[in-house]
T-cell receptor
Framework: NAGVTQTPKFRILKIGQSMTLQCAQD?????MYWYRQDPGMGLKLIYY???????DKGEVPNGYNVSRSTTEDFPLRLELAAPSQTSVYFC???????????????FGPGTRLTVL | GENVEQHPSTLSVQEGDSAVIKCTYS??????FPWYKQELGKGPQLIID?????GEKKDQRIAVTLNKTAKHFSLHITETQPEDSAVYFC??????????????FGRGTQLTVWP
């Protein structure tokens, strides 16, 4: 298994441009997540999905959109990029827990995005 | 939502010494507390986790303790090695309703182990 893969690894955008960060997992996980990591700030949840066709906002969703048409893919769309969106973006996936239990989140290698 | 505080932000230890990282959380409904290790240029990787019905958990050189009353949990690494050098994140998850499965992360601790 490749696990969680993300493309691209690096990207520079100009203010106002748009792009899609790709995320795919081959572990048949129902849950998928998008986080952003800013220096010294930990990881903040942008959007998450509990299955194909179901998405929900996290802590910092403004300026982003997601879709989940398949179990494997969970792309993150940036419209009208702004310097505040300069960050490292991580995609993660996990199998669903049973009842009140939780399972490990598996992270991709990240995409480093710079908006100038 | 949940607020997770993590200290210290940086920690330097000599090889063979112990390292302790502490976290506090705000929502008493949180019931799952994982710790992640992030090496340079990579995504975080789970190293140990604890659930609210357990006070302590060990896995070789690493251990986690949880004090639900005080709402804090700690990561203990014994006999540290240079390969333990990384950023460590604590997290908490509130197990109810629409927040089920969501993790709230601390800001991270940069651990450096000197040979």
């Amino acid at each position: 298994n490749a696990g969680v893969t993300q493309t691209p690894k690096f990207r520079i955008l100009k203010i106002g441009q748009s792009m899609t960060l790709q995320c795919a997992q081959d572990m048949n996980h129902n849950y998928m997540y998008w986080y952003r990591q800013d220096p010294g700030m930990g990881l903040k949840l942008i959007y998450y999905s509990v299955g194909a066709g179901i998405t929900d906002k996290g802590e910092v969703p403004n300026g982003y959109n997601v879709s989940r048409s398949t179990t494997e893919d969970f792309p993150l769309r940036l419209e009208l990029a702004a310097p505040s969106q300069t960050s490292v973006y991580f995609c993660a996936s996990s199998p669903p827990g049973q009842g009140w239990t939780y399972n490990e989140q598996f992270f991709g290698p990240g995409t480093r995005l710079t908006v100038l | 939502g949940e607020n997770v505080e993590q200290h210290p932000s940086t920690l330097s230890v000599q090889e063979g010494d112990s390292a302790v990282i502490k976290c506090t959380y705000s929502d008493s409904a949180s019931n799952y507390f994982p710790w992640y290790k992030q090496e340079l240029g990579k995504g975080p990787q789970l190293i140990i986790d604890i659930r609210s019905n357990v006070g302590e958990k060990k896995d070789q050189r690493i251990a986690v303790t949880l004090n639900k009353t005080a709402k804090h949990f700690s990561l203990h690494i014994t006999e540290t090695q240079p390969e333990d050098s990384a950023v460590y994140f604590c997290a908490a998850s509130i197990g109810r309703g629409s927040t089920l499965g969501r993790l709230y992360f601390g800001r991270g601790t940069q651990l450096t182990v000197w040979p």
